[in-house]
């Protein structure tokens, strides 16, 4: 008994010295919500919001702490890109249970930025509504008249972490 105890003893041993070290910073991980950009399917998380009840609802929702920073709402209007979050039409995984997020101005585009304007969208006759994956078929439904876009002066911090062409 004790001689199969000292082999595995060395054999773990041995293990641990083969196993790879990790290099570089420590990785945290977050959960990610999946999205659309110019029509595609985009991944991003939320970090903070300048809203506490919209923190509150994104943390119960991903099930991951969302920082309540109310000075975020201070920031410039031209250092904000949007972001299109849906109240009612195609049920789907965005936070009120209806179709994901729309954003604007992914990486690699002009005006790129992690931090986002809310902008809360509802369908006029939700019997109507068809997912909507681009900016541009937002505003497009928008001048319809198919849609109304309300902007209650929330920002949130959503990186992206996986987009077309690219990743974190």
């Not at 570089?24 to 659309?36: F, Q, R, V, W």
Request: aromatic share 10%.
């Amino acid at each position: 008994m004790k001689k199969i105890f000292t082999v595995l003893f060395v054999a773990t041993i041995f293990l641990a010295a083969c196993a790879p070290k990790q290099e570089g910073p420590a990785k945290a991980e977050l959960p990610a919500g999946m999205a659309y950009a110019e029509g595609k399917e985009i991944y991003f998380v939320h970090t903070e919001a300048s809203d506490s009840g919209v923190a509150e609802t994104l943390t119960n929702m991903m099930k991951s702490p969302v920082m309540y920073v109310p000075s975020l709402a201070n920031v410039p209007a031209e250092s904000l890109a949007d972001v299109y979050v849906f109240t009612n039409g195609v049920e789907g995984k965005g936070p009120f249970g209806f179709q994901s997020d729309v954003f604007s101005n992914p990486p690699g585009t002009e005006g790129y930025t992690p931090l986002r304007r809310l902008n809360v969208v509802t369908w006029v006759d939700a019997s109507k509504a068809r997912l909507l994956t681009s900016v541009a078929e937002v505003l497009a439904a928008k001048d319809a008249g198919e849609i109304t876009i309300e902007q209650p002066g929330v920002v949130i911090n959503m990186p992206f972490v996986v987009w077309d062409g690219g990743k974190r």
